[in-house]
């Protein structure tokens, strides 16, 4: 059978893949996207993804140049202040509160929410007008081959194709990484996060909320108000079995105990959508390229969901990749670009999921005197102007 030849053969349609499509799609370049899991394009559909995305300031570059910021500038909600609520004391409402404001470091929002259905949905709608993105639904990476010269992919639909470039965005069990032999370090912390959203009287005004008791933070973060009601999307981190007890309560009941968790911040809350469960590790793949092959988001790292980091890194892994391409654009691929891809990024990424793995940890202590260490370590690092201000570029995606 004849090898079909493309420029950039991109394995995994999530979030990040669709993205890379978009955004080499119209860099002019010659795209094949494939995923066996056709993307579920409406929130109320079985499987969508009721997680949103904190897309930070540095991110809007990205969307821009992929053509899709213009899409889902209406649907985004402005983030103005992060808040860390630390509520570890003996009761579980706030003790200290902590707000951070975008106006210290920057003219803009911090960054803007969207649900990640809707992501979907404009992604793929982005690829459709563009005739050199061959988005396959349905269709998975079978095997990879590699050598010096191009990557030579068999799709699972018997298609058999030749790329310069190679993009596993495969998630964080990438076949193509393993089909290069490249490892991971994982980090387990028997956790996992319920994700969905909530209406609730109080308006949010714009605020990210992270509210640090234990088991890990209970994040609420704005969305548009929805018939009329103020909306945020949660993310709620504990320990594995607990999530499991939450995901099964009646509803009035999850209602009852989400409510307390939350301190009762924008008063009684009330679940608007399926709860979906979500396991969280941290990993890091030992290299961040091979030969013809670049690892992006999952597939190279994963975190908690704290901080809004997870996708945000990966949009700076399109980034470096899309500069580099640009620099040589006929000598994608090779391997002088993918090395200098892997030392751009992977100092980075061990940094931040070394950061990441400290707060959570933070965060998940449940001895009382650890979680008044914690409260005390929030207090006196927001204290410091300079540290406060520091932390938040850092926490925005600028290179530490
Ligand atoms: C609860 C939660 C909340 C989060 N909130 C945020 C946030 O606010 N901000 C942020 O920046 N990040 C956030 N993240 C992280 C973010 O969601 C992830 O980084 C992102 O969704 C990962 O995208 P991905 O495309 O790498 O992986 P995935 O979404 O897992 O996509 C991988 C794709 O690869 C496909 N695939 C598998 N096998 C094959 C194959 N053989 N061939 C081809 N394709 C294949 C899969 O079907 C899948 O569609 C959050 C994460 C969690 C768990």
Redesign the pocket.
């Known amino acids: 059978m004849t090898r079909i030849s493309t420029d950039i053969l991109i ?7 669709l993205t890379a499509a978009a955004l080499f799609g119209t860099e002019g370049y010659s795209v094949i996207c ?4 056709p ?1 579920v394009t409406e929130e109320t559909a079985e499987g969508a ?1 009721l ?6 300031q540095p991110s809007l570059a990205v969307l821009k140049a992929a053509g899709l910021w213009d899409r889902l500038a209406p649907f985004a909600t402005d983030l103005q202040v992060m808040r860390i609520v630390d509520a570890g004391g003996k009761i579980p409402s706030p003790r200290i509160t902590r707000d951070f404001n975008a106006t210290d470091v920057s003219d803009l929002p911090f960054g803007w ?1 969207l649900p ?1 259905w809707l992501l979907r949905r404009e992604m793929v709608r982005r690829l459709e007008g563009l005739p050199n993105v061959d988005f396959r639904p349905g ?4 095997a990879v081959l590699t050598r010096d010269t191009e990557a030579l992919v068999d799709l ?1 639909d018997g298609t058999k194709v030749s790329a310069q470039l190679l993009i596993g ?8 990484r393993e089909s290069l032999g490249i490892g991971v370090r994982t980090m387990r912390y028997g956790q996992k ?1 319920l ?1 969905f959203a909530v209406t609730h009287p109080e308006p949010h005004g714009n605020v990210s909320t992270e509210i640090h008791r234990s088991g890990g933070p209970f994040t609420l ?1 704005p969305l548009p108000d929805r018939d009329g009601r103020p909306c945020s999307a949660i ?1 709620w981190m504990e320990r594995g079995p607990e999530v499991l007890r939450l995901a099964a309560l009646p509803e009035a009941e999850f209602n009852a105990e989400m409510t307390a968790r939350s301190g009762a911040i924008y008063g009684p809350l009330r679940l608007e959508t399926r709860r979906t469960v ?1 396991p ?1 590790i941290s990993q890091v793949a030992h290299r961040m390229s091979g030969e013809r092959t670049a690892l ?4 190279a790292h ?1 975190m908690p ?1 704290i901080g ?7 949009l700076a892994d399109l980034r470096v990749l899309l500069d580099l391409c640009r620099a040589a654009p006929n000598r994608i691929g090779e391997e002088p670009m993918l090395d200098l891809y892997h030392r751009r990024r992977h100092p980075e990424v061990l940094a931040r999921v070394t950061g990441i793995d400290i707060l959570n940890r933070a965060s998940m202590q449940s001895a009382q005197p650890l979680r008044d260490l914690r409260a005390a370590g929030v207090a006196s690092l927001y204290a410091l102007k300079p540290v406060r201000r520091t932390l938040m570029r850092l926490g925005m995606g600028a290179r530490g």
Not at 11 to 17: D, H, K, Q, W
Not at 51 to 56: D, E, M, P, W
Not at 139 to 142: I, V
């Open positions: 394995s995994g349609g999530g979030v990040a893949g494939v995923d066996p899991a993307p993804d997680r949103s995305t904190a897309f930070l929410n990640n269709t998975a990476t079978a699972s965005a495969d998630g964080r069990n990438s076949p193509v996060a994700a973060v993310v979500w969280i992006i988001a999952e597939a994963v969901p809004a980091q997870g996708l945000n890194m990966s």
